[in-house]
């Protein structure tokens, strides 16, 4: 078994055939970390995430997820093999029309047939309360409870399959300092109350980044500038790097 949960070698990607939007990324993150990729807009945080979910399919080079080469999977293997991914976009990208419970249920419900109904009432009830949401909000539609509890019920979709792997994608931006602080503490407690899985946040908020991740990777350009924890960022002689901390930090 691999020590990785992820590792990308080498990967690259062009859409027209002429700009390498990724070009020539390696990367391995280590099972049960949590790590937190940054950069400029525009770098290829998001591409180089859908490569890891398989959503793209590189140029070159290996991507490989859990010891799995994801080139040798097939779109429907690829599709059953996501059951290992909890995802968290910024939107939290919720069913309108369906209660939270119901939220949480789809996808036991599209990826569990084998489990009765009350199973996967019980299992959605029980992430539920995991993430610190409510049972009184768990009958109402998105659209009737905050910004923080929606997160939180993303959150608890996110972990209904018991994922070894999570992904958040700027899982703060848009949110006010309060919120952001919530849904940061949210991740690092989901992180630390299940050994094991790995984690991985895509982030502008680098003040976060520093505090909860264990590992932190910098992107530019499409490769990644600069990997190590917090402290090695604080010490880096690169340029970029400083610049970009400098700045993106609220408190020094
Ligand atoms: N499906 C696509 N087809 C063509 N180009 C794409 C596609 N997806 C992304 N790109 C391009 O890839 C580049 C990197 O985009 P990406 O979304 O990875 O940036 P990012 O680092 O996530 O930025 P941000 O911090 O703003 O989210 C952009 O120039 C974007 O236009
Ligand atoms: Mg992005």
């Not at 290996?62 to 690829?78: N, T």
């Not at 939290?92 to 419900?109: G, H, I, K, Q």
């Not at 909860?212 to 924890?229: F, N, R, S």
Request: glycine residues 8%; proline residues 4%.
């Amino acid at each position: 078994m691999s020590q990785f949960a992820i590792r990308l070698k080498e990967l690259r990607k062009t859409f027209d055939g002429k700009e390498f939007i990724v070009d020539g990324m390696n990367l391995e993150i280590p099972k049960g970390t949590l790590t937190a990729i940054i950069g400029f807009s525009g770098t290829g945080k998001s591409v180089m995430l859908k490569h890891i979910l398989g959503l793209f399919r590189p140029t070159s080079g290996l991507v490989e997820v859990l010891g799995q080469d994801l080139s040798k999977k097939s779109q429907d293997e690829l599709t059953v093999f996501r059951r290992n991914f909890g995802v968290l976009f910024q939107g939290s990208a919720l069913f309108d029309d369906m209660t939270v419970l119901e939220n949480v249920c789809f996808p036991l419900v599209e990826h569990r047939r084998d489990l009765p109904e009350d199973k996967v009432v019980e299992i959605a009830t029980q992430k539920l309360i995991q993430v610190g949401l409510d049972s009184k909000h768990f009958q109402k539609l998105p659209n009737q409870i905050s910004g923080g509890m929606q997160k939180r019920t993303g959150l608890a979709r996110a972990l209904a399959l018991d994922p070894e792997i999570l992904f958040y994608d700027e899982p703060t931006t848009g949110l006010d300092p309060i919120l952001t602080e919530m849904v940061d503490n949210l991740i690092l407690e989901t992180h630390k109350h299940r050994p094991g899985i790995t984690s991985v946040m895509v982030s502008h908020d680098l003040d976060a980044a520093f505090r909860i991740a264990d590992h932190v990777a910098m992107l530019d350009k499409g490769k990644v500038l600069l990997w190590g924890t917090p402290e090695d960022f604080y010490k880096t002689d690169l340029e970029l790097v400083k610049r970009f901390v400098d700045k993106g930090l609220r408190r020094k």
